[in-house]
Structures are given as structure tokens and as C-alpha cells.
């Protein structure tokens, strides 16, 4: 089953079963949107992480791993 819409809303929540935030989250090719990879700097607790880019969110993490 094949959706152009994606399967999660931040407002309205699921839009079919089976469809949870997370994996509304991963695109097509497997790569972590910005908000995820947010999410992983604020566990680690990489400092500045709000003002970073998605590259710069991505190579903090590497680096800090």
C-alpha cells in the first residue's frame, strides 16, 4: 500500500493503523529528519544543539559516539 501522505500528523496523529511517530519520522531512504536527530543530541546532551543545522546535529553525534 503505497500513501503520498505521510502516515503521522504532529496535530491529528496517526493517519492509518500501524502508524506510529517514529516511523513517520525515517524517509524513504533510511536518513533521520532534523526533529530525530535533534531528539538524539538532546540525549546526549550536545551542547548549542538548538541553534545547529541537520549536518551539523548529524556530525556533533558521529563525533560525540
Do not use: F, N, V
Request: proline share 9%; hydrophobic share 20%; aromatic share 4%.
Amino acid at each position: 500500500m503505497t500513501e503520498s501522505a505521510p502516515c503521522w500528523s504532529p496535530t491529528r496523529g496517526p493517519r492509518r493503523s500501524g502508524c506510529t511517530p517514529k516511523a513517520a519520522e525515517r524517509r524513504p531512504g533510511g536518513e533521520p529528519t532534523k526533529d530525530e536527530l535533534y531528539r538524539q543530541a538532546q540525549e546526549a546532551e550536545i551542547s548549542g544543539r538548538s541553534s545547529m543545522t541537520k549536518q551539523e546535529l548529524a556530525d556533533a553525534l558521529e563525533h560525540q559516539g
